[in-house]
């Protein structure tokens, strides 16, 4: 059997630049997508780490359970949303404070949006203004 080198939705070959997204050549599909009912990947449930987490800077605390490995062990601080695939990408990570955001003086680190004041002051991009300048 050979491989396939077409598209399984609108049969366009790949590579020609042809090829649609799927939300242009299969809106049935991207209807049915976003109205899946899924949770914050910030809940307790979820097994979602964030690629760019700092560990040492991490400020979600984990129920220590010595029965439990720990991928399964449950985090306290934790979202509670729950709703469309659709809300999640419009509405809820534009506002969830669990989500991570760039700090935004520029230091380059990545901080939950709830931990964005705590950040402030350990930040190596706060500075103050000097009182003889200004």
Request: aromatic share 6%; hydrophobic share 30%; glycine share 6%.
């Amino acid at each position: 059997i050979s491989t396939c080198l077409a598209c399984p939705t609108c049969r366009t070959a790949f590579g020609d630049g042809a090829c649609k997204p799927l939300r242009d050549c299969n809106r049935p599909l991207m209807r049915m997508i976003h109205n899946l009912q899924v949770w914050c990947p910030y809940h307790a449930e979820s097994k979602f780490v964030p690629p760019d987490e700092d560990e040492s800077a991490d400020d979600t605390e984990i129920v220590e359970d010595v029965d439990e490995p720990a991928a399964k062990r449950k985090r306290v601080d934790s979202c509670d949303w729950a709703g469309s695939y659709s809300d999640l990408l419009a509405k809820h990570l534009a506002m969830c404070q669990h989500h991570f955001v760039p700090c935004p003086r520029g230091c380059g680190r990545q901080v939950r949006r709830g931990g964005l004041e705590a950040h402030a002051p350990v930040c190596a991009k706060n500075f103050e203004t000097c009182k003889l300048c200004h």
